[in-house]
């Protein structure tokens, strides 16, 4: 496995109910999580410059609460989510997004199996470039 997945793997450390993360190298470079609700997120990483870009397709379930140190902003593509936040509940369908501060908790509800984009900035060291 290379240096920038292995470093992926500490990305997530405040995500403690999280009891697998699986990592593969090559085209789209995937990251599967299952969390305790049997909830699975296989994501496509990679970074240009100072961006990081995600595609995300998300179980129903709850993906739990964490906090990050990049600025980031979701974009639903197909499905519904319901962002948990200090300040109250967000509800965000196809078209629609949402920035999250850094540092700022948040957890996620997928009301149904949704499609997401999420772009980070600054990209996080270690995920891999290209696409």
Same mark, same amino acid.
């Given at each position: 496995? +290379?240096?920038?997945?292995? !470093? $992926?793997?500490? $990305?997530?450390?405040?995500?403690?109910?999280?009891?697998?993360?699986?990592?593969? =190298?090559? !085209?789209?470079?995937?990251? =599967?999580? !299952?969390?305790?609700? *049997?909830?699975?997120?296989?994501? *496509? $990483?990679?970074? +240009?410059? %100072?961006?990081?870009?995600? !595609?995300?397709?998300?179980?129903? *379930?709850?993906?739990?609460?964490?906090?990050?140190?990049?600025?980031?902003?979701?974009?639903?593509?197909?499905?519904?989510?319901?962002?948990?936040?200090? %300040?109250? %509940?967000? =509800?965000?369908? &196809?078209?629609?997004?949402?920035?999250?501060? &850094?540092?700022? &908790?948040? +957890?996620?509800?997928?009301?149904?199996?949704?499609?997401?984009?999420?772009?980070?900035? &600054?990209?996080? =060291?270690?995920?891999? %470039?290209?696409?």
């Amino acid at each position: 496995m +290379s240096d920038s997945l292995d !470093r $992926l793997k500490n $990305l997530t450390p405040s995500l403690p109910s999280l009891p697998s993360m699986i990592l593969s =190298e090559g !085209r789209g470079h995937v990251i =599967e999580y !299952r969390t305790d609700d *049997g909830v699975s997120v296989a994501v *496509g $990483l990679h970074k +240009s410059g %100072d961006v990081a870009v995600c !595609r995300a397709v998300n179980s129903a *379930g709850y993906f739990p609460e964490h906090s990050h140190q990049e600025h980031e902003t979701v974009v639903i593509v197909e499905g519904v989510a319901i962002y948990h936040l200090p %300040d109250g %509940d967000i =509800e965000i369908g &196809p078209g629609q997004s949402i920035y999250i501060a &850094p540092d700022v &908790p948040h +957890s996620t509800t997928f009301v149904v199996t949704t499609r997401l984009i999420a772009i980070t900035v &600054p990209a996080a =060291e270690g995920f891999p %470039d290209g696409g």
